[in-house]
């Protein structure tokens, strides 16, 4: 699949008929949630919080890609899932299953190319223990078009950098495999590294360094100068106080890690979710099983810390940020509110990006 193919259905994506996000509420934001009853649902969120829909899903969901244009979004499945829905947000119908094909398993997160034509999502290669990027053609009926290499082990989320065609992929370096569950196999070798692809080559890939080698990369996030934003994991000795955000711009040499000593133990190894400021001047990541998130500004200094009770969604909103919990709390700029369900780890933000 190469980039005269992303053309091509960018071109055609404004003659498909179907609700813009106008239409469903305008929502800023996608979610998770298990309700009281105990079933599952994908939320549209307004920027303050209010419900715009409710979709019922099948089981657990982690996070969603929002179209950029249509009111769709794809419903990812936690991982070792094999089915992602396409949800139509203004009827609630499933408008497509997406299963993973023989051999893979989704990582629970998407990206959109080509203005909205096709979806890559995260994939497991788990006889060969190597990330993939399935395509789906999202303009024909999401019909499955290929895959790309990763170029690392277990990628998690994937994000497009901002006007551009490129994809920076999360390579967590956990192999895994669905007949030993989430059992983490190579530890003692694991490498993660972040990769810049452009049409299925890889333009560049960093590693975080040796003494950082058990930090996985999970989450992240895009600037829209392409600075992204990395929430790490640490698979190392508990109580290890290591940094769990890095940040690094394509060409921009060594990533640099941000840590506050004074919360570091307290975010317990677990960076959740990551997040940039709407106006790019702070970097956010949420530490759920710590009950807390530092917020640092990008240009350098002290971060401000944020404590709420199994915090871990995290997006812009405004100029700030937005952050969900578990136990069904909603922080924005303008004030807190709580809801009747039990967000899911991540906030997506709603927007042609």
Known sequence: MRRRAFLAGAAAASAIPAAAWAEVGAPAFLAAAREPSGAFALIG???????????????????????????????????????????????????????????RHFYGHGAYLGGGTVLATTENDFAAGEGVLGLWDAHGGYRRMGEWRTGG?????VVRLPGTEVLAVANGGI????????????????????????????EEVV??????RLASIRH????????VAMALQWQGEEGEA????????????????????????????YGGSVAFSGDGARVAVTGPRGGL???????????????????????????????TDGRGGIL????????????DNHLVPVGPG
């Open 45 to 103: 969120l307004g920027p303050e919080g209010g419900e715009a829909f409710r979709v019922p899903l099948p089981a657990r969901g982690h996070a969603a890609a929002a179209h950029p244009l249509r009111a769709e979004a794809v419903a990812f499945a936690r991982r070792p899932g094999t089915f992602a829905l396409v949800l139509d947000c203004r009827t609630g119908a499933v408008r497509r299953r997406l299963e993973a094909p023989e051999g």
């Open 153 to 157: 082990t277990g990628p998690h989320e």
């Open 242 to 269: 290591r940094a769990l955000l890095a940040l690094h711009r394509r060409g921009g040499g060594a990533p640099r890690l941000l840590e506050d000593p004074a919360t570091q133990g307290a975010m317990r190894g």
């Open 293 to 323: 998130a530092q917020v640092f500004p990008v240009a350098g200094g002290p971060a401000g810390i944020v404590r709420r009770p199994d915090i871990c969604g995290v997006a812009p909103a405004g100029a700030g940020l937005a952050f």
């Open 332 to 343: 924005h700029p303008g004030g807190a509110r709580r809801a009747g369900v039990a967000w």
């Open 207 to 212: 590693e975080l360094g040796e003494g950082m």
């Open 175 to 202: 192999r895994t495999h669905p007949a030993t569950g989430r059992r983490k196999l190579n530890l003692a070798v694991m490498r993660p590294n972040l990769a810049f692809l452009r049409d299925g080559a890889a």
């Open 220 to 227: 992240l996030a895009a600037r829209r100068d392409g600075t």
